[in-house]
């Protein structure tokens, strides 16, 4: 994989840089609740407009469905990118129109743009190889190179990610170079006990993973979302927590076989529940009560791990080696469901292991409850990529850079 520093060394001025970026940051009504992701590629960005390129930056923000949505607009990304690179950035109002094509004709040397968000556009994430492409061929149109460095993203075969750096020299930029040089040491030489702490909603996503991760771990802590799909295998109650009911057979199964290999599987014994998901934006008090997980009431819904699971959880990560967590506890959003993320938190920072938080909102919970991010061994900003990664899985966006 050639890096941005050969790229730096063939020399820039005056080309047009075609960054992949992952911006896809937390937003509440428009503000953003957490900036980690723009911050994290900031290095690229800055070391290339010094070097005289004009820097086109793309993301996807969220899931919109293939067409212009403000609610997703990469808007207060670019506005706090200016901000945090101290010099105007242009905004193109759309990816690979005439706003897109104005902004970036528009740009001196040294100068950056923003385009609209990439998932605005059917082609970005479309599955027939011909329309990617040709959406690809319109994004290739805007650029001289292309600097993949939005490691958030690289598990997606996704135009901007796969498509696009065939069509162009390619570089990887310096946050992606960092994220893999990390979870690489995960995957070559892990020290022991190895545990694995996951949570978050993504469910679907994230469960096929821990077949890679009974091969590797030592012990599987589950929270969050995934742990419904768990205590239902189990034959429990869940009563309207999140939950995925395809997956019953192989949680049955990976259980089945962590049993076999001594794979310790660690499940939330007391969890905390509500008939209401909680108001994210007011924050009105939940009232949540704690129960038993194998007692959640049929009309309640689980959202957060309790606090008997909370000392469980940091008895079973104090004196683990290493340590990779992905996945909130619970709705770290609300203060209410706050605590089982703060124990495992405080619980990797207790511990004397390797410590490797991954993923957006992983990142954010760590940030936005008061922890200090430079005391973790390292915070991935990509959680499904993280995993992937640590599954050996080729990813898209890392083979497109490679070939
Ligand atoms: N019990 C629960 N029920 C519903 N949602 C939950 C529960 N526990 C955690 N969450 C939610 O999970 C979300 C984060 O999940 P996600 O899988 O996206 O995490 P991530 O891997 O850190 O991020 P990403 O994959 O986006 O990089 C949070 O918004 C949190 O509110
Ligand atoms: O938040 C993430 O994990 C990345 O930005 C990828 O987003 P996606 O899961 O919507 O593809």
Redesign the pocket.
Known sequence: MKTIDALLAEGVNGKRVFVRA?L?VPLADGTITDDGRIRAVLPTVKALAEAGAKVVVAS?L??PKGAPDPDFSLRPAAERLGELLGAPVAFAEDTVGPGAHGAVDGLAPGQVAVLENLRFNAGETSKDDAERGEFADKLAALADVYVGDGF??VH?KHASVFDLPAKLPHYAGYLIATEVGVLKKLTDDVKRPYAVVLGGA?VS?KLGVIDHLLEKADRILIGGGMAYTFLKAQGHEVGISLLQEDQIPAVKEYMERATEKGVEFVLPVDVLVSPDFPDLKTKAPANPTTVAADAIPADQEGLDIGPETRKLYASKLADAATIFWNGPLGVFEHPDYAEGTKAVAQALLDSPAFTVVG??DSAAAVRTLGFDENAFGHIST????SLEYLEGKTLPGLAALEN
């Open positions: 992952d896809n996807h969220g899931r958030g993203a997606r993504k996503d993923g957006g990509g959680g499904g990529a």
